[in-house]
């Protein structure tokens, strides 16, 4: 590296860092709030921070980034996150905090809500790498005749023994596709990540109807 090279990245190191630290000054009394932890209160005068800006879902619900994620730390985090963020907490403080915690929390929801959901989850993790899934999937004619008799299945199952067959049949197969979908993203394989998606698809739009069935009936789990 040149030596004007090295002075322009030492120069913008720093006013990147600058950046950070004016962003990271509390908004109601102007501290550094930097190394505060949970990172959520400032450490002078207790006031709710906003949420971190450009930070994505993972870093926002603290859990780590990857697909293979455990959901049951997931909802533990969430659940803290929570605790300390709930607007109704916030009825007594001052308006700026009650409209941060409205806005923290409504985002702490949708992070939980895209990354607990595996489908959900896949498309999320694809969007942070550029990537869609294309409206038209190619899938073969079996795989869709499949499909339509699954969906066909779920319309005509009347007792809770056929949906709650139903019902374990097709999350075996989102489970099993949802490991795929993780070996897919270890190995960097993106095409085979969204090809997943696109199958996984299908058969979350059958879920969504048989937990529509299972809440009709009444069946109680
Ligand atoms: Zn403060």
């Known amino acids: 590296m040149s030596v004007r090279n090295f002075i322009f990245n030492k120069s913008l190191r720093q006013t990147s860092l600058l950046r950070q630290i004016r962003f990271s000054s509390c908004w109601s009394c ?9 990172n959520l209160f400032c450490g002078n005068c207790n006031a709710l921070q906003q949420p971190p800006r450009d930070e994505n879902y993972f870093k926002i619900m603290g859990v ?16 803290e996150l929570q605790k300390y ?6 009825a007594n403080r001052k308006k700026e905090e009650q409209e941060i915690s409205e806005k923290y929390s409504s985002l702490v929801n949708e992070a939980y809500k895209t990354l607990l959901e595996p489908l ?8 942070l790498q550029g990537k869609e899934i294309p409206e038209q999937t190619e899938v073969d004619q079996a795989f869709l005749m499949e499909i339509m008799e699954k969906n066909e ?4 199952a009347e007792t809770e023994k056929e949906i709650m067959e139903l019902n374990a049949e097709n999350k075996a197969k989102i489970n099993s596709l949802q490991k795929e979908v993780s070996a897919a993203f270890f190995e960097g394989d993106m095409k085979k990540v969204i090809k997943l998606l696109g199958l996984m698809k299908y058969y979350t739009s059958i879920d969504t109807q048989i937990q529509l069935s299972i809440r009709n009936k009444g069946i109680i789990r």
């Open 30 to 38: 102007g501290k550094d709030v930097k190394n505060v932890e949970p």
């Open 153 to 156: 299945e779920v319309e005509n």
């Open 85 to 90: 963020l709930h607007p109704d907490k916030y």
């Open 120 to 127: 959900n989850r896949g498309i999320y993790m694809l969007r």
């Open 64 to 79: 780590k980034e990857s697909y293979d994620l455990d959901e049951s730390e997931l909802a533990k985090k969430y659940k």
